[in-house]
């Protein structure tokens, strides 16, 4: 069975940098290109960004909205993908997931929330 | 960026209406599209991908139509489990979310 669990989200002050986490199983994690999506409390979905296997380049795009501040990485030793985001504002609370695309199926985490105030 | 226009932004009905929920994308993306349905506090979850194809296990009440710049989610017969909202996903350049569809109960 494939899980994705987030983990890392909290509160963090304008300005202030988190790290996500995104524990995977039940699939082949070094061959998967992992991506992130947040939706930000009564809106809708965001793509944030992905990276690609280590086979296909390991390589990362990012929207244009969080370019520059925010970098995905992963660690395939342990099947985790991290979201690494800096410099953060108001805009970016939402509740972040890890999802992937593996044999035809497309899998979700369940989310963590990660809330910008002061 | 290509971007996803989706339609409407919210509609209500009834048990058992036909339902149809579309997504024009801003140029080519050929079949590159799926739709999704998400309840509150739940992901997403897909019901279409590649445009058409049904994904396993869901309801064959869903279909998906469409190539290159137009794309249409259809429900044949809407059940009391289908109110939700619903959000066309384009794959072909990066990824882009249509602005969702929020299917109510009339």
């Known amino acids: 069975e494939v899980q994705l669990v987030e983990s890392g989200g909290g509160l963090v002050k304008p300005g202030g940098s988190l790290r996500l986490s995104c524990a995977a199983s039940g699939f082949t994690f070094i061959n998967a290109w992992m991506s992130w999506v947040r939706q930000a409390p009564g809106k809708g979905l965001e793509w944030v960004g992905r990276?690609?296997?280590?086979?296909?380049?390991?390589?990362?795009d990012y929207a244009a909205s969080v370019k520059g501040r925010f970098s995905i990485s992963r660690d395939d030793s342990i099947n985790t993908l991290y979201l690494q985001m800096n410099s953060l504002t108001t805009e970016d609370t939402a509740v972040y997931y890890c999802?992937?695309?593996?044999?035809?199926?497309?899998?979700w985490g369940q989310g963590t929330l990660v809330t910008v105030s002061s | 960026d290509i971007q996803m226009t989706q339609s409407p932004s919210s509609l209500s009905a009834s048990v058992g209406d036909r339902v149809t929920i579309t997504c024009r994308a801003s140029?080519?993306?050929?079949?590159?599209l799926g739709w999704y349905q998400q309840k509150p506090g739940k992901a997403p979850k897909r019901l279409i991908y590649?445009?058409?194809s049904l994904q396993s296990g869901v309801p064959s009440r869903f279909s998906g139509s469409g190539s290159e710049t137009e794309f249409t989610l259809t429900i044949s017969s809407l059940q009391p489990e289908d109110f939700a909202t619903y959000y066309c996903?384009?794959?072909?350049?990066?990824?882009?979310f249509g602005q969702g569809t929020k299917v109510e109960i009339k």
């Open positions: 590649a445009a058409s």
């Open positions: 140029q080519d993306i050929r079949n590159d």
């Open positions: 999802t992937t695309r593996y044999n035809y199926g497309s899998f």
């Open positions: 996903l384009q794959h072909n350049s990066l990824w882009t």
């Open positions: 990276i690609r296997s280590k086979t296909d380049g390991g390589t990362t």
